[in-house]
DNA sequence: ATAGGCCTGGAC
DNA sequence: GTCCAGGCCTAT
């Protein structure tokens, strides 16, 4: 149940347990999925690369697996030979000599040829990841100021994966709080020096958030990620004092601070 | 722009 | 049991 700074972090282990090495074994819960099982046994991981919150697990076939967690869905890993303990639906195993990884509950799985992935719907629909390296906010800026979103309200648009994806919804309450804007404004009507931290806030949360919280991916809440106001309603905000309010915004819990979100 | 549905797991 | 959820799609 992640959004794009966990499902990085899925993708990192996955890189470590599995990339650059052979399948010694292949197994789906799906019926539809079985007759690659053939062309994947003896072909190697290449790389496992995270599309905002999909991940696209890339085998030397010429085959890409397509996996979203949605809120439910979970890689876990262990060594060669053993299985993961969980007490969740197995869907995906993949093994190799050196680990197993397991993919636990999602129903949205499919396996596309490499090379036509791209046109998958929903690789389709999203926009850039929030999390790419070659992001800058000054480009940020600029897409918040596209015909397409500069009308919108904040508190729906940082949900639309067609924005940028990889956002979701403890990270569009603690960026608009880190902005200090409320869910209701919308970029065209915002100051250039607002817009500003405003980009600098979508680019920086996420990835403070991929940087510091939890080890392997395995993981939900640790303590080096703070939250400022998402699941912390009640509690004083820790700029102001004020307390936290819970409030519905685009048909989802959203945190704020009352006082010092405009 | 918003509501409702879908899928699944966890908190209560 | 019931309700909620860090997601997303479809129908209004």
Same mark, same amino acid.
């Given at each position: 149940?992640?959004?794009?700074?966990?499902?990085?972090?899925?993708?990192?282990?996955?890189?470590?347990?599995?990339?650059?090495?052979?399948? @010694?074994?292949?197994?789906?819960?799906?019926?539809?999925?079985?007759?690659?099982?053939?062309?994947?046994?003896?072909?190697?991981? @290449?790389?496992?690369?995270?599309?905002?919150?999909?991940?696209?697990?890339?085998?030397?076939?010429?085959? @890409?697996?397509?996996?979203?967690?949605?809120? #439910?869905?979970?890689?876990?890993?262990?060594?060669?030979?053993?299985?993961?303990?969980?007490?969740?639906?197995?869907?995906?195993?993949?093994? @190799?000599?050196?680990?197993?990884?397991?993919? #636990?509950?999602?129903?949205?799985?499919?396996?596309?040829?490499?090379?036509?992935?791209?046109?998958?719907?929903?690789?389709?629909?999203?926009?850039?990841?929030?999390?790419?390296?070659?992001?800058?906010?000054?480009?940020?800026?600029?897409?918040?100021?596209?015909?397409?979103?500069?009308?919108?309200?904040?508190?729906?648009?940082?949900?639309?994966?067609?924005?940028?994806?990889?956002?979701?919804? #403890?990270?569009?309450?603690?960026?608009?709080?880190?902005?200090?804007?409320?869910?209701?404004?919308?970029?065209?009507?915002?100051?250039?020096?607002?817009?500003?931290?405003?980009?600098?806030?979508?680019?920086?949360?996420?990835?403070?958030?991929?940087?510091?919280?939890?080890?392997?991916?395995?993981?939900?809440?640790?303590?080096?990620?703070?939250?400022?106001?998402?699941?912390?309603?009640?509690?004083?905000?820790?700029?102001?004092?004020?307390?936290?309010?819970?409030?519905?915004?685009?048909?989802?819990?959203? #945190?704020?601070?009352?006082?010092?979100?405009?």
């Amino acid at each position: 149940m992640p959004e794009g700074p966990e499902i990085r972090r899925v993708a990192d282990a996955l890189n470590r347990a599995l990339a650059g090495r052979s399948l @010694t074994g292949v197994w789906f819960a799906f019926e539809r999925l079985q007759a690659y099982r053939p062309r994947l046994l003896g072909a190697a991981v @290449t790389r496992v690369e995270p599309r905002g919150k999909a991940l696209l697990t890339h085998f030397s076939a010429g085959l @890409t697996l397509y996996s979203h967690n949605q809120l #439910y869905g979970r890689w876990l890993i262990a060594g060669a030979g053993e299985n993961p303990s969980s007490s969740r639906t197995p869907r995906v195993r993949l093994e @190799t000599e050196a680990a197993t990884a397991v993919l #636990y509950s999602a129903s949205d799985i499919e396996i596309w040829p490499s090379a036509e992935v791209e046109s998958h719907p929903f690789l389709q629909r999203i926009g850039p990841d929030v999390l790419d390296d070659g992001l800058a906010p000054e480009s940020v800026v600029e897409r918040l100021l596209q015909p397409a979103f500069a009308r919108r309200k904040l508190g729906a648009l940082l949900l639309d994966q067609s924005f940028l994806a990889g956002l979701g919804n #403890y990270l569009r309450a603690e960026i608009l709080w880190a902005a200090c804007l409320g869910p209701d404004q919308r970029p065209a009507d915002l100051p250039g020096e607002v817009l500003a931290a405003l980009g600098r806030a979508i680019v920086e949360v996420p990835r403070l958030s991929y940087a510091t919280r939890g080890g392997s991916g395995q993981t939900h809440h640790e303590a080096a990620f703070r939250f400022n106001v998402f699941k912390r309603e009640g509690a004083a905000c820790p700029r102001c004092r004020t307390p936290i309010r819970k409030i519905a915004d685009a048909s989802r819990p959203l #945190y704020l601070c009352p006082a010092c979100q405009a």
